[in-house]
């Protein structure tokens, strides 16, 4: 027996050499190309900071993904 089929026949997971190529929008497209999560926009919007918001980050969090996240600020 293979590797790949006793890891099958230990965890009942299918092997992933037998899956076919993944599905979806290429790699690298820009966030405002998702689509829509039940209704709902795909990424949430906040500020870091009201405190001080010189120093405030823009942060997105994905609404499909949970702790997919992406940070931006301004160093001007």
Same mark, same amino acid.
């Given at each position: 027996?293979?590797?790949?089929?006793?890891?099958?026949?230990?965890?009942?997971?299918?092997?992933?050499?037998?899956? &076919?190529?993944?599905?979806?929008?290429?790699?690298?497209?820009?966030?405002?190309?998702?689509?829509?999560?039940? &209704?709902?926009?795909? /990424?949430?919007?906040?500020?870091?900071?009201?405190?001080?918001?010189?120093?405030?980050?823009?942060?997105?969090?994905?609404?499909? /993904?949970? &702790?997919?996240?992406?940070?931006?600020?301004?160093? &001007?």
């Amino acid at each position: 027996m293979e590797e790949h089929e006793a890891l099958h026949a230990l965890t009942g997971l299918p092997d992933a050499r037998a899956a &076919g190529p993944e599905r979806g929008p290429s790699i690298l497209t820009r966030i405002s190309q998702d689509l829509p999560v039940l &209704g709902v926009a795909a /990424w949430s919007g906040r500020i870091s900071s009201t405190l001080l918001p010189e120093f405030a980050c823009a942060i997105l969090s994905s609404n499909l /993904w949970p &702790g997919a996240h992406a940070v931006a600020n301004s160093s &001007g």
